[in-house]
């Protein structure tokens, strides 16, 4: 298996010499960061990017007519390109800046929900959800007399694709589901489930966090009405995200902020609202952000998105092995697609004292319900100790993982 | 040494394999339920205080981590037979050591064996596991049936 550490175009050492808080060490352990699913590290290019903007480039957007602001204005537009070409979208009229992923899902919901969906009308979600997936739709349909259904999902993390067609009835408005599960990283078979909904008259969200950043997105192949997603997991910054939308709804949607720059005209009698994107960005954006995303975007097709979901598909089999060798873990989350996530539970030792005894061997995994209760009462468990993992992440890394799950066994003095 | 090899001591994972006083009190007059919603920790909490205002008898049961399950363990232990002041107070010094406010070699408190515990104050997302049952055995002397680590200062 490690034989397969080095492929023809990938050079592990040159990956990880980019990142440079990766040769950070945890007291006297050299830092071993398996909690990509929540946050992936960022290149140093990236941050270069951040310093050149704000060093050479930074003003406000869409305003004055002087130099900064027409580089930053080029520059912001531009990264939108690179999103545009990230995800196959058809136009950059469809993408739209975001906070990240929650504040996509609450855009669509209030822009798309408010105004199409009332009384006695069904919000379709699976049980996989994060909770940013389920949250948004709880306060819709409270707040319209609406209902949501939820797909089921097995012993192994899959969801019931018949169940689903079931679900799909005249009165289901919306279905909101996740691409890859960040509790037990199961790949969702998303196209299946937007045909099905097509077929219906039914548009559909997918909640692309945990895929953008591992496996090639192509919203057109998709063929979803909705796709979002955050930068900081795909080695960008915090604070910018992505709603992919097609135009035929986002045309219609109201939007979610009122503000300055989503306007075209402003009087006391009446407004009219800018043109896509600008109809969904109120107030000044991240536009730092926005642009070091961008850079991320480069970054990560530099090194090609088959390549990172094939890399990231060895360690999660080399992982998975690993662990599962160690007597008395459970992995939670065995379907047969998943991406490269190992939620798992340990007899004897909760997964916040793992967590912590992890640390001391300078290894990063989270521990908790990963913002996805719903999942750990399915499998009837308080939480998980979750390792994830990134392109950049060794197979030494992995024997790191193992190694330390072992010494908090003897520390706990579990057999 | 990191700060999680002081912590996970002996006495600690001893109290988390065997917790004492283990179970519902049979006839309390007090009880209080517990939550960390962050990481699942839950525990319920049994007395019976006398006339007296003493802790005549203290039971816990629940789920948690080994910190929060050795913490109420030992709490119990240290409690029982205590009056209800004394055991307030050690409420308010455990907190404050686990929150690195008192220094429990050099403050004055009651709190023994339970100076274990002061090596949380360095793992901050951990200090929440160690307070909720003093917070369940704060709020049961008060009559608040259910608290919550959310929205504390700690």
């Known amino acids: ?218 919203v057109q192949a998709l063929g979803c009405d909705f796709y979002v997603f955050s930068g900081h997991k795909m080695c960008g910054p915090t604070g910018i995200g992505i709603l992919y939308g097609k135009s035929e709804w986002l045309e219609k949607m109201q939007p979610f902020k009122g503000g300055g720059d989503m306007i075209a005209s402003v009087s006391f009698e009446k407004t009219t609202y800018n043109t896509l994107p600008f109809k969904f960005e109120a107030g000044t954006p991240p536009i730092m952000a926005a642009i070091a995303l961008g850079e991320a975007l480069d970054y990560l097709r530099g090194i090609g998105l088959e390549t990172i979901a094939r890399r990231e598909h060895e360690l999660l089999a080399y992982a998975t092995e690993g662990v599962s060798k160690i007597r008395g873990i459970r992995i939670i989350g065995t379907a047969e697609r998943k991406a490269a996530v190992l939620s798992m539970v340990m007899d004897g030792i909760h997964p916040h004292d793992l967590g912590t005894l992890l640390n001391e061997d300078g290894v990063a995994i989270r521990t908790g319900h990963h913002c996805a209760q719903p999942v750990m009462t399915r499998y009837r468990i308080p939480a998980t100790a979750r390792a994830s993992f990134a392109f950049y992440n060794t197979f030494d890394e992995v024997d790191a993982l193992v190694a330390s799950l072992e010494r908090a066994k003897t520390v706990f003095g579990v057999d | 040494m990191s700060a999680s090899n002081q912590l996970y001591q002996e006495v600690i994972l001893d109290h988390n394999r065997k917790p004492r006083n283990w179970g519902a009190v049979a006839d309390a007059n007090l009880r209080a339920e517990g939550h960390n919603p962050l990481c699942g920790d839950h525990i319920v909490l049994t007395l019976s205080v006398g006339a007296g205002r003493t802790v005549d008898a203290v039971g816990f049961e629940g789920d948690g981590c080994a910190i929060c399950k050795a913490s109420a363990s030992m709490m119990t232990v240290a409690v029982k037979g205590r009056p209800v002041g004394e055991a307030e107070a050690m409420v308010r010094q455990f907190r404050d050591m686990a929150t690195g406010k008192l220094d429990p070699e050099r403050d004055d408190n009651l709190l023994g064996r339970l100076k274990v515990f002061s090596g949380v104050k360095d793992l901050p997302s951990r200090v929440k596991c160690a307070i909720l049952p003093w917070h369940t055995l704060h709020a049961a002397l008060n009559n608040d049936a259910v608290t919550s680590t959310e929205g504390d200062a700690a």
């Open chain 1, 1 to 218: 298996m490690k034989a397969l550490d080095m492929s023809d175009t990938f050079d592990i050492d040159r990956v990880r010499a980019d990142f440079p808080i990766l040769s950070m060490r945890i007291g006297d352990r050299p830092l071993v960061y398996l909690d990509n699913a929540a946050s992936a590290q960022m290149p140093q290019r990236v941050i270069d990017r951040m310093v050149h903007y704000q060093t050479r480039e930074h003003s406000n957007i869409h305003r004055a007519v002087h130099y900064l602001s027409e580089t930053a204005t080029a520059q912001y537009e531009a990264a939108r390109l690179k999103v545009q070409s990230f995800i196959n979208a058809p136009s950059e009229r469809e993408v739209i800046f975001t906070s990240g992923t929650t504040d996509g899902i609450n855009l669509v919901m209030h822009g798309y929900g408010r105004k199409f969906i009332g009384t006695g009308d069904e919000i379709v979600v699976s049980a996989i959800e994060h909770h940013a997936n389920i949250v948004p739709w709880q306060m819709l349909c409270e707040e319209r007399g609406a209902t949501l259904k939820v797909i089921p999902v097995n012993d192994a993390g899959e969801l019931s694709f018949e169940a689903y067609l079931g679900l799909l009835g005249p009165k289901v408005k919306m279905v909101a589901i996740t691409h890859v599960s960040n509790a037990l990283g199961t790949v969702v078979p998303v196209r299946d489930y937007i045909e099905a909904a097509h077929a219906s008259g039914i548009p559909v969200l997918v909640d692309g966090a945990q895929a953008a950043p591992h496996i090639p997105v192509d």
